[in-house]
């Protein structure tokens, strides 16, 4: 099955991603697309992190999804999904909602990519990270776009154009926390600005007007992140 990567990337450093373990916390549009690329790369495990189930708004960017699994677990629908392309693969799903209370999910991780799109608990996740030393990557706001070359991987103090890292910029500088460590993907494009209510009973601006979105932008965010994370695990890993 990786006769091919082990050709781009060398057997040792491939045998550093088979003895690495990857963390995903959230499976939507950016974290179903990492889960399937770190699978598909070699990662010998991967924990992934989701409270959510399947909607029919998921379908059009959100890989494990389609109209018979509508309502069951984004969490462990992916299992079955990346199982279903590697059937030897240590995957874990935890079907939860992320807070900084949550620990066992970081048992033996190397890694971290954040694909939550809830801005206090994607904080959170980036405080937790750097209380327990672990590197990670964040996906910063991919709706409301369509240009995928608009993409970077760069640091949470050079973004623009972002509302989502304007606020975890503040809430970095109120903990006293260096923006500059802190690794993003973030897009250069501004944003359209979504207005249609979509439901109006939700309890949030979010919730009545979601966010537009398709199958470009947010999957190239995941991408990039697993970019990130390979290179990072295989030049920051002795040779196993």
């Not at 672990?134 to 409301?144: E, F, H, R």
């Amino acid at each position: 099955m990786f006769e091919r990567t082990k050709l781009l990337l060398s057997e040792e450093s491939f045998n550093i991603l088979s003895n690495s373990t990857v963390l995903v916390v959230g499976v939507g549009g950016v974290g179903s697309i990492a889960v399937e690329a770190l699978a598909r790369s070699g990662v010998g495990k991967i924990n992934i992190v989701d409270n959510d189930t399947i909607a029919l708004s998921n379908l059009n960017r959100q890989v494990q999804t389609n109209y018979q699994n509508v309502g069951k677990s984004k969490v462990f629908e992916m299992v079955n999904y990346v199982k279903s392309i590697h059937p030897d693969i240590d995957i874990e799903g935890y079907e939860l909602f992320f807070d900084k209370s949550v620990d066992e999910i970081f048992a033996g991780v190397d890694f971290v990519i954040d694909a939550i799109d809830t801005v206090c608990n994607k904080f959170e996740l980036i405080e937790k990270c750097h209380e327990l030393k672990i590197p990670m990557i964040s996906s910063l706001a991919m709706g409301n776009r369509t240009d995928p070359t608009q993409l970077v991987i760069t640091s949470l103090d050079k973004t623009s154009y972002d509302p989502l890292a304007k606020v975890l910029r503040k809430m970095a500088k109120e903990k006293r926390m260096n923006t500059r460590k802190i690794k993003v993907v973030f897009s250069k494009e501004q944003p359209m600005v979504q207005k249609q209510v979509i439901n109006a009973e939700g309890l949030t601006r979010k919730q009545k007007m979601p966010p537009a979105s398709m199958f470009i932008v947010p999957p190239a965010s995941g991408l990039a992140c697993v970019s990130y994370c390979i290179d990072y695990l295989i030049n920051n890993h002795a040779i196993i």
